[in-house]
């Protein structure tokens, strides 16, 4: 068996386990039914001395002809070892498992009841991708669309009505947070004051499938990789820590589930590094898809599709409220997170502007923003989705930075000089400035982003199928272009895509701006956790004294480390 070139055997740090064989079929050519094969019962296969692959039998002779037949040689490609799930270890199936709706009913059913000292709290948290994959899914089944804050509202009622959780959020402020987080991690990447360590240009990290991917596989791209949480990670935070301690619980005495697009959040929540060992509990127990969320409320005949009292209502509140946190928050750019966006709008100012290039097609564009009077490059940043692409941006920034790709955890610094050190900012050559490297990269695995995530609903698209406009819903495959369209028209609540950024002002009733408020709220929430000795003049991105820093760390990043092999590739038994 031999791997397409973009595979070899050292970049496997993960294996087929022994019972398991490899989904991918040797191409069978199809024979007649009573066609026997002379000597088929006692063939054997021989490798010469060329490695190639001979099936010989037992007396020497195939069908008279010849003694021995070359066998074709199987061709693997990156995509179909995406498709399968053969490689996942062991571990990882059994924290899959453990991962499941099955696993939340159970815990369900048998949480003690609210005045015993064992009770947990039951929290569940939803992403807007799978607010708007739900919300598409329903507005394509019914005559009028239902926007993601009708969803919201509805799954509220039935998951503390039918399903029993006591409080529902959705997550876009605990991205909110990992959006400041972020930018303020860049900002000190930029100027060297983090760590040594922390490489530019810096990767989104919000996508557990490609940090899994870098950690397997890649591990000389760790360095590049943001150490912020990401939001379902930071709700984590916000949920056992920040609202614990509000509600005198400790982390233990709550149950946090969230709903995500992919099974690949799974993981994520699983790390060793979101595991709180003074509590023995998690930051999020456990995690389950769209579609999981879906047949939780089938199992419970709950009806998403029926309206509940005050659904629309304005999201603004009357007066800023701190008790409760913001819902439905829309950040401008993408709808894998905005990552990018939210750095682009720190760097564009009135005296720059922004040019966007489309590399191959829209899953990765190039966003250069130029000093308009001097030409030079202030900001190169690209969008980056789907494993094509990923590979194109990972061999670039490899090469770029002067890191030799492709060695797994041997991945090395080369002494090569780097286009990046070479190329100086303020340079005055315009051209040579905007051949210069990425400052930053939105990386996600999946085409499309997030809200074509592997646990988002099947498209139900709705096709006029004749002149008497007959309608019939059918099921189109995962990744459909159409159904994902629809996914982000529904993502952006009909809101234009993107919607403009919000216009900053101070916070009050008269002027209310819901990211000027979230901006505020987070900064409280920042003082409460982190306790700075400069509290009250701090503001997220306000660096605070050591200690706090620390707590800051602790409760907002995150580490990674390279999956070690302790398999020896030529041992396993192909
Ligand atoms: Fe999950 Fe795909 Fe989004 Fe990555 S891009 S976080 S794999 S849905």
Request: hydrophobic content about 30%; aromatic content about 8%.
């Amino acid at each position: 068996m031999t791997f397409s070139g973009a595979l070899t055997l050292t970049d496997l740090n993960d294996f087929i386990t022994p019972s398991q064989a490899c989904i991918k079929p040797v191409e069978e050519v199809k024979r007649p039914e009573d066609y026997k094969e002379p000597g088929a019962a006692s063939t054997a296969i021989h490798v010469d001395s060329a490695g190639s692959y001979y099936e010989v039998t037992a007396n020497g002779s195939l069908n008279g002809v010849s003694s021995s037949r070359k066998l074709e040689t199987a061709q693997i490609s990156l995509n179909d070892c995406l498709a399968c799930s053969g490689c996942i270890t062991s571990a990882e199936s059994v924290l899959i498992t453990m991962q499941s709706h099955e696993e939340v009913f159970n815990f369900l059913s048998t949480n003690p009841p609210r005045t015993s000292p064992e009770h947990r709290i039951p929290v569940l948290s939803i992403s807007p991708q799978s607010l708007a994959s739900l919300s598409a899914s329903l507005s394509s089944s019914s005559s009028a669309s239902i926007s993601i804050s009708q969803v919201l509202r509805r799954l509220r009622v039935i998951c503390k009505n039918d399903l029993g959780f006591t409080h529902v959020y959705d997550t876009t402020f605990a991205r909110h947070i990992a959006l400041l987080e972020h930018a303020q991690e860049f900002s000190e990447r930029r100027a060297g004051t983090g760590s040594a360590e922390n490489k530019l240009p810096m990767l989104s990290s919000a996508c557990p499938g490609w940090v899994c991917y870098a950690e397997k596989t890649h591990a000389e791209m760790l360095p590049f990789i943001s150490r912020s949480k990401s939001p379902q990670q930071v709700m984590g935070t916000l949920v056992k820590h920040w609202l614990g301690e509000k509600w005198g619980k400790k982390p233990h005495q709550i149950y946090h589930v969230t709903v995500m697009p992919c099974y690949d959040k799974k993981l994520e929540a699983s790390r060793q590094d979101f595991y709180n060992d003074l509590y023995s509990t998690r930051d999020v127990d456990c995690v389950i898809t769209t579609g999981e969320l879906e047949l939780m409320m089938r199992a419970r005949n709950s009806d998403l599709s029926a309206s509940v009292p005050d659904e629309e209502r304005h999201l603004s509140p009357s007066e800023p409220n701190f008790d409760d946190l913001p819902e439905l928050l829309s950040h401008p750019g993408s709808s894998s997170g905005s990552y990018l966006q939210s750095l682009i709008s720190e760097y564009l100012t009135d005296g720059s502007e922004l040019s966007t290039r489309t590399i191959r097609n829209a899953d990765y564009e190039e966003h250069v923003i130029t000093n308009k009077s001097t030409g030079n490059v202030v900001f190169k940043g690209a969008k980056c989705y789907g494993f094509r692409n990923l590979q194109n941006v990972v061999r670039k920034v490899g090469k770029e930075a002067g890191v030799q790709i492709g060695r797994g955890a041997a991945g090395r610094l080369s002494s090569v000089r780097t286009k990046r050190n070479m190329s100086s900012r303020g340079g005055k050559n315009a051209e040579v400035e905007k051949d210069k490297a990425y400052d930053y990269v939105e990386v996600m695995a999946c085409p499309s982003g997030c809200v074509n995530g592997g646990g988002q609903l099947k498209s139900q698209i709705t096709r006029s199928q004749n002149q008497d406009n007959a309608e019939e819903t059918s099921e189109a495959r995962w990744g459909d272009k159409e159904w994902t369209k629809r996914v982000e028209e529904a993502y952006w609540h009909n809101l234009p895509t993107p919607p403009p950024s919000p216009s900053f002002s101070p916070v009050s009733a008269e002027t209310y701006d819901p990211h000027v408020f979230a901006n505020e709220f987070a900064r409280r929430i920042l003082v409460d956790l982190c306790k700075p000795h400069n509290g009250a003049e701090s503001a997220w991105r306000t660096r605070m004294d050591a200690d706090a820093e620390k707590m800051r760390a602790s409760l907002f990043r995150t580490q990674y480390r390279a999956v070690e092999s302790n398999v020896v590739g030529l041992q396993v038994n192909w």
